[in-house]
């Protein structure tokens, strides 16, 4: 039976932005202990909101700032999502005050530093470190080819100094590199035929980038590679997403498995903004390193169910 979730109490915050019309919303829920043995409650509520992801705190030692988080899609949970990880991030930072935090997760254990914004009147940033990434190719005939027609895309759509991977930072992704900015602004996918590639492959959402800049970054150069994304997520029941850190996490996967970072490298992704949600990712990668580290603030929206 699921229990009555009227009462409980979401924050609102928007992640990757520092201003509430932009970014990816996300629900936080920071007390959902009396939810922790009902999925079906916890979807409900997920389901109200309305946002791709809404976050659940289900267990807490508040004197080591270790926390269970859980993810819940309106349709179904999701093993880690990293906007509402930001998002519930900044939402604890806000409340009890910056520092390191712990999450556990269905993924595993995702450590967060937080910090208050330099000057004290901005939100607060979050920098998560993901799970182990990996990438592999994509097959061409059961994944890249179903994709690209559910998508209306052709394989000359695609940049082919870039090619399709799946990969993985707590769930996975498939990997397309669009050849122009105009193709990847034209999105208008077919959302049941993609729904169902998507499904039977396990993808959590499909992640489109397009290069602005590709001439490396030695030496750590803050804006040395610099991606355009877009990711549909209907397997979430949300046409698509303003901001995706998994997806930015995995991503750091790929660039590693290409040989595109021979240095630490900060990669800026710039998502939403097609969608007029602009939002701004910093994906920190290094080439020894399997972990991705994903940054971005978060601000909290003035409402709440």
């Given at each position: 039976?699921?229990?009555?979730?009227?009462?409980?109490?979401?924050?609102?915050?928007?992640?990757?932005?520092?201003?509430?019309?932009?970014?990816?919303?996300?629900?936080?829920?920071?007390?959902?202990?009396?939810?922790?043995?009902?999925?079906?409650?916890?979807?409900?509520?997920?389901?109200?909101?309305?946002?791709?992801?809404?976050?659940?705190?289900?267990?807490?030692?508040?004197?080591?700032?270790?926390?269970?988080?859980?993810?819940?899609?309106?349709?179904?949970?999701?093993?880690?999502?990293?906007?509402?990880?930001?998002?519930?991030?900044?939402?604890?930072?806000?409340?009890?005050?910056?520092?390191?935090?712990?999450?556990?997760?269905?993924?595993?254990?995702?450590?967060?530093?937080?910090?208050?914004?330099?000057?004290?009147?901005g939100p607060s940033r979050a920098t998560l470190t993901s799970v182990p990434t990996r990438?592999?190719?994509?097959?061409?005939?059961?994944?890249?080819?179903?994709?690209?027609?559910?998508?209306?895309?052709?394989?000359?759509?695609?940049?082919?100094?870039?090619?399709?991977?799946?990969?993985?930072?707590?769930?996975?992704?498939?990997?397309?590199?669009?050849?122009?900015?105009?193709?990847?602004?034209?999105?208008?996918?077919?959302?049941?035929?993609?729904?169902?590639?998507?499904?039977?492959?396990?993808?959590?959402?499909?992640?489109?980038?397009?290069?602005?800049?590709?001439?490396?970054?030695?030496?750590?150069?803050?804006?040395?590679?610099?991606?355009?994304?877009?990711?549909?997520?209907?397997?979430?029941?949300?046409?698509?997403?303003?901001?995706?850190?998994?997806?930015?996490?995995?991503?750091?996967?790929?660039?590693?498995?290409?040989?595109?970072?021979?240095?630490?490298?900060?990669?800026?992704?710039?998502?939403?903004?097609?969608?007029?949600?602009?939002?701004?990712?910093?994906?920190?990668?290094?080439?020894?390193?399997?972990?991705?580290?994903?940054?971005?603030?978060?601000?909290?929206?003035?409402?709440?169910?």
């Amino acid at each position: 039976m699921t229990a009555p979730t009227t009462d409980i109490d979401v924050l609102h915050y928007s992640a990757f932005t520092t201003h509430p019309d932009g970014g990816n919303p996300a629900g936080v829920v920071l007390d959902a202990a009396a939810l922790a043995d009902d999925d079906a409650a916890m979807t409900a509520v997920a389901a109200r909101v309305g946002y791709s992801e809404t976050a659940f705190i289900t267990e807490r030692d508040e004197a080591a700032r270790r926390y269970r988080l859980r993810y819940f899609s309106p349709l179904a949970e999701v093993a880690f999502c990293g906007h509402a990880t930001i998002a519930t991030a900044v939402a604890l930072a806000d409340r009890d005050g910056p520092g390191e935090l712990i999450f556990d997760t269905a993924s595993g254990e995702i450590r967060v530093q937080t910090t208050a914004d330099g000057d004290g009147d901005g939100p607060s940033r979050a920098t998560l470190t993901s799970v182990p990434t990996r990438s592999r190719p994509a097959d061409p005939g059961t994944e890249v080819e179903p994709t690209l027609a559910a998508l209306r895309w052709s394989a000359d759509d695609l940049d082919p100094a870039l090619p399709p991977h799946v990969a993985f930072a707590g769930n996975d992704h498939l990997v397309l590199a669009a050849a122009t900015r105009e193709r990847l602004a034209d999105l208008d996918y077919d959302y049941d035929a993609l729904e169902a590639v998507m499904r039977r492959r396990g993808w959590t959402t499909v992640h489109l980038v397009w290069r602005e800049a590709g001439d490396g970054a030695a030496g750590g150069s803050a804006d040395g590679l610099v991606f355009h994304a877009r990711d549909p997520f209907p397997v979430g029941g949300v046409v698509e997403d303003p901001a995706t850190g998994a997806a930015a996490a995995a991503f750091g996967g790929y660039l590693r498995a290409l040989g595109l970072v021979d240095a630490p490298t900060r990669v800026h992704i710039r998502q939403g903004e097609d969608m007029g949600r602009p939002s701004d990712l910093l994906l920190d990668v290094t080439p020894d390193e399997p972990r991705a580290r994903v940054s971005g603030q978060a601000v909290r929206i003035p409402r709440s169910v």
